[in-house]
């Protein structure tokens, strides 16, 4: 475990901070390279107002879970400097930046969540390894001989107490490099083309799917809601709310393949016939 990089004067590097970050920057170079021409610049636009309303929500969300610490202490809702992000709420705001900002450039969104489909896999991943780094998102505790020893690990809880526990982390990291694959694999096939966001949306549902399954296996405490842990609940609607965007696409039907150039061979009309304008208008 590495919880601080580095120490910079005054400033701390905190690994799940360094990782999260870097992940963010993928995400905004892939959307600045993967851009039709001419657009470049407005997707690079629409990444940073999706990742300052990511982290809007997650910020809001984490905030709304502890209200009984943060209702005395209103002053420190904008002190993000000393933690505190829930990761469930940073879709939803991405998604609402996103919308906003294509909504007044009239930026169709679903090639830019295309074009996300894998920064989607690598943020899940960068994610995990960040939690295993900084010692959350623990797995519950395992008595002696109840799994095998080579599935366990020694982790600490909040308390520092390091005890053998369900590889929760570990898992995480190796579901996230299967979801890349897999994303990969859709993403170069030439198989049936997907419409436009139902790749993007796929790749959040498997990001979504492995936060539902091991929040089933977590040791931290977390609010509950109806005798589930919020994690739970709230992956669960983020499951949903992609699987049935990205199936939506795809019923709807691929978009329609582009018409075939015009045969060269062709016959053409004499020059003699054209319109005298045209030389004009296409000169």
Not at 50 to 69: C, E, K, M, Q, T
Not at 150 to 164: E, H, K, R, Y
Not at 165 to 180: K, N
Not at 256 to 268: G, K
Request: aromatic share 12%; proline share 8%.
């Amino acid at each position: 475990m590495l919880p601080v990089l580095a120490q910079i004067g005054p400033f701390t590097l905190y690994a799940y901070t360094v990782l999260i970050d870097a992940g963010l920057v993928v995400a905004l170079a892939a959307l600045y390279y993967q851009a039709p021409v001419g657009k470049a610049w407005r997707w690079l636009d629409l990444g940073l107002a999706a990742a300052i309303g990511g982290f809007v929500g997650a910020r809001l969300l984490y905030v709304s879970i502890n209200a009984d610490y943060y209702l005395p202490h209103i002053d420190e809702v904008v002190q993000v400097w000393q933690g505190g992000l829930a990761w469930l709420g940073a879709p939803a705001g991405a998604f609402v930046g996103a919308w906003l900002y294509a909504r007044g450039r009239r930026e169709p969104l679903g090639p830019v969540f295309d074009a996300l489909a894998l920064p989607f896999g690598l943020l899940s991943l960068l994610a995990w390894a960040g939690c295993l780094a900084a010692g959350a998102a623990y797995g519950y505790a395992v008595a002696p001989g109840q799994l095998p020893s080579w599935f366990v690990s020694q982790a600490p809880d909040i308390f520092g107490l390091v005890m053998t526990r369900f590889p929760t982390q570990a898992l995480g990291i190796a579901w996230s490099v299967l979801a890349l694959l897999a994303i990969w694999g859709t993403r170069r096939g030439t198989g049936t083309r997907w419409a436009p966001g139902a790749l993007g949306a796929y790749s959040l549902s498997l990001a979504a799917l492995g936060v539902f399954l091991l929040s089933f296996t977590r040791g931290d405490p977390a609010p509950l809601v109806r005798g589930y842990r919020i994690d739970v609940v709230g992956a669960a609607l983020v499951l949903v709310a992609a699987t049935g965007a990205w199936a939506f696409r795809l019923a709807r039907g691929t978009p329609p393949s582009p018409a075939p150039a015009a045969d060269s061979a062709a016959p053409t009309e004499p020059a003699a016939s054209a319109a005298p304008t045209d030389s004009v208008t296409n000169g």
